[in-house]
């Protein structure tokens, strides 16, 4: 066996290899050491660094990416929204659920001890479209209602007395447009 120097970004380049235990996911595991990988890194005379790599690696590129596209996707969004409703506030007042329903969702994965992976992303990606589509379907509901008094009052806006209208209920309309 001829030794030779494995080189990476043109620095030459020691790589120690390590698999996670069955069921133990590999995030988990760099995260167990990271106090040890710490005291290496102090310790390392000047020159020499320590650099994770492999899955871990990995993870942290899909997530920056997402994170990437979901900036971008939230700023189609936002712009459809207004020339949609051709102004901010109502795509503002839509648009302030995101967090709200996000903040929730963090909020779970803490109580619950588990960590914002790839999966819980996801998770979170679709909990935001399905909060933005609520938001949709609550502002056009309040729309139709809204010229649906204007109208039956003669224009004038305010409710007469013992007017009831039948509507669909919002979680119905909700529920609805969802399948489409």
């Known amino acids: 066996m001829t030794a030779r120097l494995e080189r ?7 790589e120690v290899r390590a698999r996670p235990l069955s069921g133990v996911l590999a995030n988990s595991a760099v995260a ?7 005291q290496i890194r102090a310790e390392l005379p000047a020159g020499y660094y320590l650099e994770i790599g492999g899955e871990q690696e990995e993870t942290t590129r899909a997530q920056g990416n997402m994170m990437r596209a979901f900036g971008i996707a939230l700023l189609l969004i936002v712009m459809c929204l207004v020339v ?3 102004n901010f506030s109502k795509p503002a007042m839509i648009l302030v659920t995101i967090p709200l329903a996000a903040t929730g969702a963090i909020l779970g994965l803490f109580i619950t001890g588990d960590a ?6 996801l998770g979170l990606v679709s909990l ?4 933005l589509n609520d938001g949709i379907v609550l502002i056009e509901f309040a729309e139709t209602l809204i010229e649906e ?3 039956s009052n003669g224009g004038n806006g305010g409710a ?8 669909v209920p919002v979680s119905v309309a909700r529920r609805f447009t969802s399948v489409w």
């Open 149 to 151: 008094r204007v109208r």
């Open 128 to 131: 935001s479209g399905v909060v």
């Open 8 to 14: 990476y970004n043109r620095a030459r380049n020691v």
């Open 160 to 167: 007469s007395s013992g007017q009831a209208i039948n509507r």
């Open 84 to 86: 949609k409703y051709n």
């Open 32 to 38: 167990a050491i990271a106090d040890e990988l710490d």
């Open 116 to 121: 914002l992976g790839f999966m819980a992303m």
